[in-house]
């Protein structure tokens, strides 16, 4: 990915995080402002699933889900808010998922996480609109990925919306003026 931003002509750098991991995010956010001198965007995107009936998961399953699709974007923005408050504005975007707003069965710790995240983006627009900082939660609905087809298989391509929807929908938020927020989108 680093070498194809470079011939597209920008400029990128890899950082090995762990979002799970407080002093691996504040690792990669020094790293990020020792280069550049700023971090004017975090876009919270890793998430994780387990397909299983409630009394088939295991507490170690919960753990990682919801430490991934939770505790991770609440680590991350917790390291990227001192610097953004600094420098007077930024922007989160948190991908959440439909399983934010409806459930279906075997993914209880999936459907926790995401509604907690829903939950954390509106308590951290409130908190970082003051600032100057613009967080935004991006419920995406299914998506021609891995994530999905690794876990069934079976399912229509036709029903699901290309990955470019949602990346197409971060950059329209991501180009509002200052003083534009867009608290919640779905896509």
């Not at 699709?69 to 989160?92: D, E, K, T």
């Not at 970082?128 to 999905?148: E, N, Y």
């Amino acid at each position: 990915t680093v070498a194809a931003v470079r011939e597209a002509g920008g400029d990128a750098f890899p950082i090995h995080l762990d979002v799970t991991d407080e002093g691996s995010a504040e690792e990669a956010v020094r790293r990020v402002v020792d280069r550049t001198g700023r971090l004017d965007v975090l876009i919270n995107n890793a998430g994780v699933d387990v397909t299983l009936p409630i009394d088939e998961l295991t507490v170690a399953d919960w753990d990682r889900i919801v430490g991934v699709n939770l505790r991770g974007p609440f680590i991350l923005s917790r390291a990227v808010f001192p610097q953004m408050r600094r420098q007077g504005s930024g922007q989160i975007v948190n991908i959440v998922s439909t399983a934010a707003k409806r459930a279906w069965a075997n993914a209880s710790a999936y459907h926790a996480s995401k509604w907690g995240l829903l939950g954390l983006s509106h308590a951290l627009h409130v908190e970082g609109r003051a600032v100057g900082i613009r967080v935004t939660a991006v419920i995406a609905g299914g998506m021609r990925t891995p994530f999905l087809f690794d876990r069934f298989p079976d399912l229509d391509p036709g029903l699901l919306q290309d990955p470019e929807n949602v990346a197409n929908t971060v950059r329209f938020v991501l180009s509002q003026p200052q003083g534009t927020v867009v608290p919640e989108v779905t896509v």
